[in-house]
């Protein structure tokens, strides 16, 4: 089991340093003559400890950018949500979740601080699944745009699954309610009580089944968190089990069912920031991940060959293609910024506004410096090289340690994404 996990990610690793090259050697055809340009949206390294904006390139190589960076985010397409707002609660929540867990730039902090963040939620209470997910979804209420929840709104709740894949597994899911000073009961106990609605042996027929409740006093307010993990889990194994879920409220010491409204809980009446949500922790499996850097790789050789049959062979496109024989440096990593904004996609990323991926370039010349951080391997294959350069080609300076950047989206279904994508982001460089 331990060889075959080294050997998944020494193949993963090999996958998306193989993507870092072909959008560094994309990035280097630019436009000449009369082929008409666009901005770039990319940022790389000027040879003189600067960045500097890839100001044109062509419609065709820009395509095939975006296509290579939506790839690298495990995304088909780009989403397209009909239309969004920041001020509701799911987004504001987890731009508030992104901006703890992650620096400004989105590169992921080693230690996540457990203080408290907005809307009275504590770091500390959901630390646990925060490192053990992947991707942490934000769903908001569409109960009423399904036809037998519609009627009672406050009551109900409708969370859309559908962009979660059964490969996907649940390490957690909450549902956030938030609630108001109720109208009388002051001190009393209630029990907020949440089911799954389900379906019965008729068409017709539908039956509840709880899945989780909490425990309130009336003149408590600010946000109530109930643990709907098996619920969730339902949801991902059998998509078409998803129904929606009913509330019912309590007073325990008489046994009556309340109004929610009158108990104070917020409904789709109320404040945008305030509205109820369901957040959900995600563990991708291996299979997943493999899949998607297999068609990346895939992609990338199509785009390659198409790149080199149909683009004319420009000046910069011979200096992406034999970059030795022009830049004499030695092994480093380089800067190459991406711009979400210059690449028209403000519109569903929401946090960063660009990620700083680097790249590796320069020679493994002998003699090879410590800085270089070189294998034993390529020390020995230097000296080869050194003595009969046509017996061994010199080591090629690639990535040597790769880290995770998180970005935060919407999706097609306005749910809002914080995915932890590993191995984006260049750290250091070696000659191997």
Known sequence: MGRMSVQVNRYTFNMVVNLHISIVVVLLICCVDDIVCWSSGYYIDN?????????EINPRSKRELQQEILTLLGLHHRPKPKVHTNDYSAPRFMLDLY??????????????????????ISIGDIIEPIQGADVIMSFVNRAKKVPHLRHEKDRTFFFDFSEVTVEEKVVKAE?????????????????????????????EDKYLESVGNVTTKADHVGWLTLDLTKAAELWTRYPTANLGLYMKIKFIRKGSEVDPDKFGIVGHRGAKNRQPF?????????????????????????????????????????????????????????????????????????APDGFQAFYCEGEC???????????????VQTLVH????????????????????????????LNVVLQKFPMMIVKSCGCH
């Open 47 to 55: 040879g003189v400890d600067q960045t500097e904006k890839l100001h």
């Open 278 to 350: 369901l957040t959900g922790f995600f563990k991708a499996s291996q299979k997943v991940n493999l899949r998607k850097t297999r068609a990346a790789e895939r992609y990338k050789r199509q785009a390659m060959q198409d790149m080199s049959a149909d683009e004319p062979e420009t000046p910069a496109y011979r200096y992406a293609r034999y970059p030795r024989r022009i830049r004499r440096w030695p092994c480093q990593r380089k800067q190459m910024f991406v711009k979400f904004k210059d690449l028209g996609w403000q519109s569903w990323i929401i």
């Open 175 to 203: 549902l956030r309610l938030f609630k108001d000073k109720a109208k009388k009961w002051k001190s009393n106990d209630f029990q907020i009580q949440i089911y799954m609605i389900k379906q019965g042996p008729d068409p």
């Open 365 to 379: 010349q002998f003699p090879l410096a410590a800085h270089m951080n070189a294998t034993n391997h390529a020390i």
């Open 386 to 413: 050194l003595m009969n350069p046509k017996q061994a080609p010199s080591p090629g300076c690639a990535p040597t340690k790769l880290g995770a950047q998180s970005v935060l989206y919407f999706d097609d279904n």
């Open 99 to 120: 901006n703890t867990i992650a620096g400004a730039d989105g590169i992921l902090l080693d230690d996540t601080p457990s203080f408290r963040i907005a809307g009275n």
